[in-house]
């Protein structure tokens, strides 16, 4: 059974512009959830989306954002990128009655 | 509001000593409780769980048992192995959906 999937694994964008992060639940899963990790600001949690819908959204900007698709996977995203973005980005899957999540090996993105 | 509070590391130990991580827990509800693990350049991997007061979580030689009249959740492992030196989170979770509250982490180090 094949995990949490995220792309790309790495990225270098530079301040001022736009990413798009991707996550792949893991079969059957549709809660999808983002966090963000940070050595000073640990994991803090973005958002997650639940059959298309946002569920639930912490305490970041507007421009953090994010979507689910039909088939539950999710992609997130950043716009006018600040050196502050730098972080870890890790996705969750979980089932609908599962208070267990699984996490994928995250996206690393370096804003410059 | 929901939080969680874990012992500060970082915690270097010889190889096959006791290892115990402090973790205590403020929540509006009745949590589930987790410990999450962090290897290097990875994401999260589920250490164990405990969804109710006196659960016992264990899981590769690592025990945590819910104590709600402490709040607390204390990671303990008899004899530990170079191979546990990572980083390990202790979590909260209120409901099914995927926001978990995260500790700071505690980086632990096992020399032979």
């Known amino acids: 059974k094949a995990g949490v999937t995220q792309t790309p694994r790495y990225l270098i964008k530079t301040r001022g512009q736009q990413v798009t992060l991707s996550c792949s639940p893991i079969?059957?899963?549709?809660?999808v959830s983002w966090y963000q990790q940070t050595p000073g600001q640990g994991l803090q949690f973005l958002f997650e989306?639940?059959?298309?819908?946002?569920?639930n959204k912490g305490n970041f900007p507007g421009r953090f954002s994010g979507r689910q698709f039909s088939n539950s996977r999710s992609e997130m995203n950043v716009s006018t990128l600040e050196l502050g973005d730098s972080a870890l980005y890790l996705c969750?899957?979980?089932?609908?009655?599962?208070?267990?999540?699984?996490f994928g090996q995250g996206t690393r993105l370096t804003v410059v | 509001g929901d939080s969680v509070t874990q012992m500060e590391g970082p915690v270097t130990l010889s190889e096959e000593a006791f290892l115990t991580i402090n973790c205590t827990y403020t929540?509006?509800?009745?949590?589930?409780l987790f410990w999450y693990v962090q290897y290097p350049g990875e994401g999260l991997q589920l250490l164990l769980k405990?969804?109710?007061?006196?659960d016992k979580g264990s899981n590769k030689g690592f025990e945590a048992t819910y104590r709600k009249e402490t709040t607390s959740f204390h990671l303990e492992k008899g004899s530990v192995q170079v191979s546990d030196s990572a980083v390990y989170f202790c979590?909260?979770?209120?409901?099914?959906?995927?926001?978990?509250?995260f500790g700071t982490g505690t980086s632990l180090t096992v020399i032979p």
């Open positions: 979590a909260l979770t209120l409901w099914t959906g995927n926001q978990f509250y």
């Open positions: 079969s059957g899963h549709r809660s």
């Open positions: 405990a969804t109710k007061a006196d």
């Open positions: 929540a509006t509800g009745y949590p589930s």
């Open positions: 989306y639940f059959s298309e819908t946002q569920r």
């Open positions: 969750a899957s979980s089932l609908e009655d599962s208070t267990e999540a699984f």
